[in-house]
C-alpha cells in the first residue's frame, strides 16, 4: 500500500473482516413493516427514512456489501431478547440502539443485558451503540453496566461516623449535604473504579480533576486527613448505590474505556463504539473512528488477521489435511485402540498434529500482514518509543528490559500443561520444593513399563527429579544462554531457577529418585499425583509419602536439555590431572562484563533459554 498508515492497518484488521451486521433497533424496518400495507402502530420508521436509509447505504454502499439483519425489539420480553445474543457470533458487527423499550424513557436495561450476555461470549464482538440520547448519557449508562459490583465496603462504625460528620455541616449548612453528594458523582466514580480505591483516594486528597470540587469543598470544612479518606470512601459507597442501578451481576471480566472525545468500552470478547442518531453519524465510520483511538497494539492486530484468515480459507485449506487419508486412519487407530489411560495422550497427539498441518498454510497471509506493519513501523523512529506507544513497556530501563526477557524464554522454553500422567519436563512443587521430572519420556509411560519395573516397584514408577533452586530474574537472564537456568510463570508472576548451583556453573544437578505413585498417573482432571521420597528418621532411611501437584511444563527440547545435562553429569568420567592452585594473593584481571542491554535486549536467547 502506498499510504499506509496505523489506522489502515487496524482497518484491515478489523474492519475488512466484516461481512454481516445485525441492526437491533425498534426504529428500523423489518421485511414484515415493509410488506405490510398498513402502518405498524409504535414504529415510525416512515418519518425517518431518510435517516434509515443513509445507514443501511454506509453498510452496503459500493465500498461495503454488507449482509444486513434486522430485529426490532418488538413483542418479546427481556429473556428473549437476551437469549437473541448467544447467536450474534454468526454477525460480525452488531448495531444496538439504546433504548429499546419505548415505555421507558432513557432506559438502557435490554441493551446493557445483551452487552452483558457478550461480555461472557468466547467470540470476539464489535458493537456500536446507536442512540438518539446525549452520548455522554448513554456511554455512562453502559459503562455502569458493564462494570462488575465494586468491593468497597464500611464497617458501621465507619458509616455512623462518616454521615455524623456529613450531619454536623449540614445542621449548620441545609444545602451542604446537596452540594456534597453533586461534588461525587458519575464521573468521579467512573475514576475511582479506573484507578482503584487507593490511588484515587491519594489523587482527591491532592485535589486533582476530577475530585477537585470534592476536595475544595472538604478542605472548606477544615476535615483533616483522617476524616478526609473516611468521607472520601463514604461518597465512593454512596456514589455505587445511586448509579449502579443495573441488577448486579458477578463474574464480568475487567474492562477497558475512553471518555474523551471519540467514547470506547472494551472487555476482552466484545469493543462497543457509540454513534448518535441525531448527528447522522454512520455506525461502521464511528466504529472505524473509535478503533483508531483505542489503538490496539501490533500483536492483537495479528491475532485479528490471523482469525480473519482462519474464516476466509479455513474450509479450503482443511481440504489438504484431510487427503492424507492413511495417516488419519494410522492415528484414528491408535486413539481407538489405546487403553482408558492412554487414550487421553493419543488424543492430544492427534490434535496437535492436525492443527499443525491446518495452521501452516494459513499464516503464510498473516507473515505478509507482519512484514508490512514492521516494514511501516520501522520508519516511526526509535524502536524503544515505539513500543512504550504500543505495550507501555519502556525497554529503555533495564528492568523493562530483564522483565520482557525473562518473560520471552518463559513464553519459547514453557508450554500449556498437557498429558494424564507425569512424564520429561514436567515442573511440579511438592513439600514446598520445585522439582522437575528428567528422566526420559519412554520411561514414563505406564502402559509401557517393563515387567522387571512392575515388579521391583508395583504401584509406583521411579523417575529422576532434579531439583530447582530459586534464582533472581536479573541473574536469570544474564546467565540464559549456560541452558541451565528455567523460567516459569506461576500465579501470574516469572519465577527463575537454576538446576544447580546458582553459584558453580560447572557444578552438577541437584537431582534424586522419586517414586511416583499410580505410575505417575494423575487424579481425575487434575496434574495432581502422590511420591514417595526416601529420607532420614531416627538413623535411618525410610519412605516419606508426599503430594504433589504439576504447575507448568517445559517444551520438548527444553527438557531433553535437561535430559541431557543430567546424562552428562551421571556418566562423567574422573581425570588423575593436578593443579597448582592460584597465589592467593594474585589478583585475577577483572572481567570486561557486556551491558545488560546488549546481554538481555540484543542477544537472542531463545535457542538456549
Same mark, same amino acid.
Given at each position: 500500500?502506498?499510504?499506509?498508515?496505523?489506522?489502515?492497518?487496524?482497518?484491515?484488521?478489523?474492519?475488512?473482516?466484516?461481512?454481516?451486521?445485525?441492526?437491533?433497533?425498534?426504529?428500523?424496518?423489518?421485511?414484515?413493516?415493509?410488506?405490510?400495507?398498513?402502518?405498524?402502530?409504535?414504529?415510525?420508521?416512515?418519518?425517518?427514512?431518510?435517516?434509515?436509509?443513509?445507514?443501511?447505504?454506509?453498510?452496503?454502499?459500493?465500498?461495503?456489501?454488507?449482509?444486513?439483519?434486522?430485529?426490532?425489539?418488538?413483542?418479546?420480553? +427481556?429473556?428473549? *431478547?437476551?437469549?437473541?445474543?448467544?447467536?450474534?457470533?454468526?454477525?460480525?458487527?452488531?448495531?444496538?440502539?439504546?433504548?429499546?423499550?419505548?415505555?421507558?424513557?432513557?432506559?438502557? %436495561?435490554?441493551?446493557?443485558?445483551?452487552?452483558?450476555?457478550?461480555?461472557?461470549?468466547?467470540?470476539?464482538?464489535?458493537?456500536?451503540?446507536?442512540?438518539?440520547?446525549?452520548?455522554?448519557?448513554?456511554?455512562?449508562?453502559?459503562?455502569?453496566?458493564?462494570?462488575?459490583?465494586?468491593?468497597?465496603?464500611?464497617?458501621?462504625?465507619?458509616?455512623?461516623?462518616?454521615?455524623?460528620?456529613?450531619?454536623?455541616?449540614?445542621?449548620?449548612?441545609?444545602?451542604?449535604?446537596?452540594?456534597?453528594?453533586?461534588?461525587?458523582?458519575? $464521573?468521579?466514580?467512573?475514576?475511582?473504579?479506573?484507578? &482503584?480505591?487507593?490511588?484515587?483516594?491519594? /489523587?482527591?486528597?491532592?485535589?486533582?480533576?476530577?475530585?477537585?470540587?470534592?476536595?475544595?469543598?472538604?478542605?472548606?470544612?477544615?476535615?483533616?486527613?483522617?476524616?478526609?479518606?473516611?468521607?472520601?470512601?463514604?461518597?465512593?459507597?454512596?456514589?455505587?448505590?445511586?448509579?449502579?442501578?443495573?441488577?448486579?451481576? $458477578?463474574?464480568?471480566?475487567?474492562?477497558?474505556? /475512553?471518555?474523551?472525545?471519540?467514547?470506547?468500552?472494551?472487555?476482552?470478547?466484545?469493543?462497543?463504539?457509540?454513534?448518535?442518531?441525531? *448527528?447522522?453519524?454512520?455506525?461502521?465510520?464511528?466504529?472505524?473512528?473509535?478503533?483508531? @483511538?483505542?489503538? !490496539?497494539?501490533?500483536?492483537?492486530?495479528?491475532?485479528?488477521?490471523?482469525?480473519? =484468515?482462519?474464516?476466509?480459507?479455513?474450509?479450503?485449506?482443511?481440504?489438504?489435511?484431510?487427503?492424507?487419508?492413511? $495417516?488419519?486412519?494410522?492415528?484414528?487407530?491408535?486413539?481407538?485402540?489405546?487403553?482408558?489411560?492412554? %487414550?487421553?495422550?493419543?488424543?492430544?497427539?492427534?490434535?496437535?498434529?492436525?492443527?499443525?498441518?491446518?495452521?501452516?498454510?494459513?499464516?503464510?497471509?498473516?507473515?505478509?500482514?507482519?512484514?508490512?506493519?514492521?516494514?511501516?513501523?520501522?520508519?516511526?523512529?526509535?524502536?524503544?518509543?515505539?513500543?512504550?506507544?504500543?505495550?507501555?513497556?519502556?525497554?529503555?530501563?533495564?528492568?523493562?528490559?530483564?522483565?520482557?526477557?525473562?518473560?520471552?524464554?518463559? +513464553?519459547?522454553?514453557?508450554?500449556?500443561?498437557?498429558?494424564?500422567?507425569?512424564?520429561?519436563?514436567?515442573?511440579?512443587?511438592?513439600?514446598?520444593?520445585?522439582?522437575?521430572?528428567?528422566?526420559?519420556?519412554?520411561?514414563?509411560?505406564?502402559?509401557?513399563? /517393563?515387567?522387571?519395573?512392575? /515388579?521391583?516397584? !508395583?504401584?509406583?514408577?521411579?523417575?529422576?527429579?532434579?531439583?530447582?533452586?530459586?534464582?533472581?530474574?536479573?541473574?536469570?537472564?544474564?546467565?540464559?544462554?549456560?541452558?541451565?537456568?528455567?523460567?516459569? =510463570?506461576?500465579?501470574?508472576?516469572?519465577?527463575?531457577?537454576?538446576?544447580?548451583?546458582?553459584?558453580?556453573?560447572?557444578?552438577?544437578?541437584?537431582?534424586?529418585?522419586?517414586?511416583? =505413585?499410580? @505410575?505417575?498417573?494423575?487424579? *481425575?482432571?487434575?496434574?495432581?499425583?502422590?511420591?514417595?521420597?526416601?529420607?532420614? &528418621?531416627?538413623?535411618?532411611?525410610? $519412605?516419606? !509419602?508426599?503430594?504433589?501437584?504439576?504447575?507448568?511444563?517445559?517444551?520438548?527440547?527444553?527438557?531433553?536439555?535437561?535430559?541431557?545435562?543430567?546424562?552428562?553429569?551421571?556418566?562423567?568420567?574422573?581425570?588423575?590431572?593436578?593443579?597448582?592452585?592460584?597465589?592467593?594473593?594474585?589478583?585475577?584481571?577483572?572481567? &570486561?562484563?557486556?551491558?545488560?542491554?546488549?546481554?538481555?535486549?540484543?542477544?537472542?536467547?531463545?535457542?538456549?533459554?
Amino acid at each position: 500500500m502506498a499510504n499506509e498508515s496505523y489506522e489502515s492497518f487496524i482497518n484491515e484488521a478489523f474492519i475488512k473482516p466484516i461481512r454481516s451486521v445485525l441492526i437491533i433497533d425498534d426504529d428500523y424496518p423489518t421485511f414484515e413493516d415493509m410488506l405490510s400495507e398498513e402502518e405498524v402502530p409504535g414504529k415510525d420508521w416512515r418519518k425517518h427514512k431518510d435517516r434509515v436509509r443513509k445507514v443501511i447505504a454506509s453498510l452496503r454502499g459500493k465500498d461495503r456489501n454488507l449482509l444486513v439483519d434486522i430485529h426490532d425489539g418488538k413483542n418479546v420480553d +427481556v429473556t428473549d *431478547e437476551i437469549d437473541s445474543a448467544t447467536h450474534l457470533h454468526q454477525s460480525d458487527l452488531l448495531v444496538l440502539d439504546f433504548q429499546l423499550d419505548k415505555a421507558k424513557e432513557r432506559d438502557g %436495561t435490554i441493551a446493557v443485558k445483551i452487552i452483558r450476555k457478550l461480555m461472557t461470549n468466547p467470540h470476539f464482538n464489535l458493537v456500536v451503540v446507536h442512540t438518539s440520547e446525549d452520548l455522554r448519557y448513554v456511554f455512562e449508562q453502559v459503562l455502569l453496566g458493564m462494570l462488575a459490583p465494586d468491593d468497597i465496603a464500611l464497617t458501621e462504625d465507619e458509616t455512623d461516623k462518616a454521615e455524623e460528620l456529613i450531619a454536623q455541616q449540614t445542621d449548620a449548612d441545609p444545602e451542604f449535604a446537596a452540594r456534597f453528594f453533586e461534588s461525587f458523582s458519575t $464521573a468521579q466514580y467512573l475514576e475511582v473504579r479506573r484507578l &482503584k480505591l487507593e490511588k484515587a483516594c491519594r /489523587s482527591a486528597v491532592k485535589g486533582n480533576e476530577p475530585f477537585k470540587s470534592f476536595q475544595q469543598l472538604c478542605a472548606s470544612i477544615g476535615w483533616q486527613r483522617e476524616d478526609l479518606r473516611l468521607i472520601f470512601k463514604y461518597a465512593v459507597s454512596a456514589a455505587a448505590k445511586r448509579l449502579m442501578k443495573y441488577p448486579p451481576e $458477578a463474574n464480568l471480566p475487567e474492562i477497558d474505556w /475512553s471518555d474523551g472525545d471519540v467514547k470506547w468500552v472494551r472487555s476482552r470478547s466484545v469493543f462497543i463504539a457509540f454513534a448518535s442518531k441525531v *448527528e447522522h453519524d454512520p455506525p461502521i465510520n464511528e466504529l472505524t473512528e473509535a478503533l483508531a @483511538n483505542w489503538r !490496539p497494539d501490533p500483536s492483537r492486530l495479528c491475532l485479528a488477521r490471523l482469525r480473519y =484468515e482462519i474464516d476466509e480459507r479455513g474450509t479450503a485449506e482443511q481440504a489438504g489435511v484431510l487427503g492424507n487419508k492413511h $495417516a488419519l486412519a494410522g492415528w484414528y487407530q491408535r486413539m481407538l485402540s489405546a487403553d482408558k489411560v492412554d %487414550t487421553r495422550r493419543q488424543i492430544e497427539q492427534t490434535i496437535g498434529r492436525l492443527t499443525e498441518s491446518f495452521m501452516g498454510p494459513i499464516t503464510e497471509d498473516v507473515v505478509e500482514f507482519a512484514k508490512r506493519l514492521i516494514a511501516f513501523e520501522k520508519k516511526q523512529g526509535d524502536t524503544n518509543a515505539v513500543c512504550k506507544t504500543h505495550f507501555n513497556v519502556d525497554l529503555s530501563r533495564e528492568e523493562e528490559r530483564i522483565e520482557a526477557t525473562g518473560q520471552h524464554n518463559s +513464553v519459547v522454553s514453557t508450554k500449556k500443561m498437557e498429558g494424564w500422567h507425569l512424564t520429561t519436563g514436567h515442573i511440579f512443587l511438592s513439600g514446598g520444593v520445585h522439582w522437575v521430572c528428567a528422566s526420559s519420556a519412554c520411561d514414563m509411560v505406564p502402559s509401557q513399563l /517393563s515387567s522387571f519395573r512392575k /515388579s521391583s516397584y !508395583p504401584g509406583c514408577m521411579p523417575f529422576a527429579a532434579i531439583r530447582l533452586q530459586p534464582l533472581s530474574l536479573k541473574s536469570a537472564v544474564q546467565t540464559a544462554n549456560s541452558t541451565r537456568v528455567l523460567f516459569v =510463570e506461576m500465579d501470574a508472576k516469572l519465577e527463575a531457577f537454576s538446576f544447580n548451583d546458582p553459584n558453580d556453573d560447572s557444578s552438577a544437578p541437584q537431582w534424586t529418585l522419586l517414586f511416583a =505413585e499410580g @505410575n505417575g498417573v494423575f487424579k *481425575e482432571d487434575t496434574f495432581e499425583f502422590n511420591l514417595v521420597t526416601m529420607g532420614a &528418621k531416627d538413623a535411618a532411611l525410610v $519412605a516419606i !509419602p508426599q503430594s504433589a501437584k504439576v504447575i507448568s511444563q517445559l517444551r520438548y527440547e527444553y527438557a531433553l536439555n535437561l535430559v541431557q545435562r543430567l546424562g552428562v553429569s551421571m556418566t562423567r568420567i574422573g581425570l588423575d590431572f593436578q593443579s597448582i592452585p592460584k597465589p592467593k594473593d594474585a589478583t585475577p584481571k577483572p572481567k &570486561k562484563e557486556a551491558p545488560v542491554a546488549d546481554k538481555v535486549a540484543d542477544k537472542p536467547v531463545e535457542a538456549n533459554a
